[in-house]
């Protein structure tokens, strides 16, 4: 009896590579991780969780050119303050996927592609206009072969 406890019990945890192909829709389960972070300990479940796995070959980037809500870099206005940061006249807006310190968690790619899934319950708003974020982003640099997931609740 104990030893079927713990086997299921090993069944319900997902490794990186599971997590990041069932929230982004493609297969990496030949990506080998090179950070895993989870802030998704706090009240209600917010935190932010940023994954990168790296690849030995692009076999991940076709995958991602098939997939037709990938679009290729630079990053648009929402995405750039999002992950890093955006200036206008106003002011700075961003980034919003950072450590404690404001600093943006993804480093700085210069070729590749990128997702933004928005999962909160009114998408009809501006997402960098609300009070609260439940977002994914993927990002792939084709230089480096590493995708990065990053999913962030508030």
């Not at 991602?64 to 750039?80: G, R």
Request: glycine share 8%; net charge negative; hydrophobic share 35%.
């Amino acid at each position: 009896m104990v030893v079927m406890c713990v086997a299921l019990s090993a069944c319900g945890a997902k490794g990186p590579q599971e997590i990041v192909s069932n929230e982004l829709g493609i297969d990496v389960s030949k990506g080998v991780e090179i950070s895993d972070v989870d802030t998704h300990a706090g009240f209600h479940g917010d935190g932010v969780t940023c994954i990168a796995l790296r690849f030995e070959d692009e076999s991940v980037l076709d995958s991602i050119k098939e997939n037709s809500d990938w679009k290729e870099l630079p990053l648009d206005e929402t995405m750039q303050a999002l992950v890093y940061r955006m200036e206008d006249a106003t002011g700075e807006i961003g980034p919003f996927l950072n450590d404690n310190e404001g600093n943006a968690l993804l480093p700085e790619i210069q070729n590749g592609y990128y997702l933004l899934i928005d999962r909160h319950a009114d998408k009809n708003s501006d997402i960098l206009e609300r009070g609260s974020f439940n977002f994914t982003v993927g990002l792939y640099d084709t230089d480096n072969n590493i995708i990065y997931f990053c999913k962030l609740d508030t």
